[in-house]
Antibody
Framework: EVQLVESGGPLVQPGGSLRLSCAAS????????MNWVRQAPGKGLEWVSF????????YYADSVKGRFTISRDNAKNSLYLQMSNLSVEDTAIYYC???????????????WGQGTLVTVSS | DIQLTQSPSTLSASVGDRVTITCRAS??????LAWYQQKPGKAPKLLIY???NLEIGVPSRFSGSGSGTEFTLTINTLQPDDSATYYC?????????FGQGTKVDIK
């Protein structure tokens, strides 16, 4: 069974930094591209970042480019999102999501984690 | 960036009705479109990929169609469990973008 479990989302002050993790199991993690998608309270879905199975290429939404860094450790079946210079607008539930098709950069997420809430507030 | 516009934003329908949601792209995305269902407090669930392909395990009352810039998600014979918000997403180019969502209520 595919499982994605996010962690690392406590309260952080504006301007602060935070690292999210996503532990993957139940599939060959190294064969799939991975995404971070976020959802502000009461709002719609916003795609944040994608990392291919080999860590290149990597893509970001304009709203986080230069502030967020996606990475992965295939040996540990883990995905990460390093977030810096956080603002209140970054407050959201952050989901990690696996791309549906292995060995592809042209796919869509199929499995999603339960999400981790990141709150940016003073 | 490619913009996706869904219509309507909300709709209310009765059990057994046929419901159609439209997603329009600001430029051609071929068939690189997915549809998701999200219920309150839950992660999104993939329903349709590549515009018209039903994901495994999704009831056959859901169907998708379209190509280029106009796409539709149809729910035949609406069920109480279909009360949710539905999103389209394009995966033609980066940044991948979502529509703003369509909330479906059951009368």
């Amino acid at each position: 069974e595919v499982q994605l479990v996010e962690s690392g989302g406590p309260l952080v002050q504006p301007g602060g930094s935070l690292r999210l993790s996503c532990a993957a199991s139940g599939f060959s993690f190294s064969n799939f591209g991975m995404n971070w998608v976020r959802q502000a309270p009461g709002k719609g879905l916003e795609w944040v970042s994608f990392i291919s199975r080999s860590s290149s290429p990597i893509y970001y939404a304009d709203s986080v480019k230069g502030r967020f860094t996606i990475s992965r450790d295939n040996a540990k079946n883990s995905l990460y999102l390093q977030m810096s210079n956080l603002s209140v607008e970054d407050t959201a539930i952050y989901y990690c999501a696996r791309d549906r098709d292995a060995f592809s950069t042209s796919s869509c997420p199929d499995y999603w984690g339960q999400g981790t809430l990141v709150t940016v507030s003073s | 960036d490619i913009q996706l516009t869904q219509s309507p934003s909300t709709l209310s329908a009765s059990v057994g009705d046929r419901v159609t949601i439209t997603c329009r792209a600001s430029q051609s995305i071929n068939t690189w479109l997915a549809w998701y269902q999200q219920k309150p407090g839950k992660a999104p669930k993939l329903l349709i990929y590549k515009a018209s392909n039903l994901e495994i395990g999704v009831p056959s009352r859901f169907s998708g169609s379209g190509s280029g810039t106009e796409f539709t998600l149809t729910i035949n014979t609406l069920q109480p469990d279909d009360s949710a918000t539905y999103y389209c997403q394009q995966f033609s180019t980066y940044p991948r973008t979502f529509g703003q969502g369509t909330k479906v209520d059951i009368k």
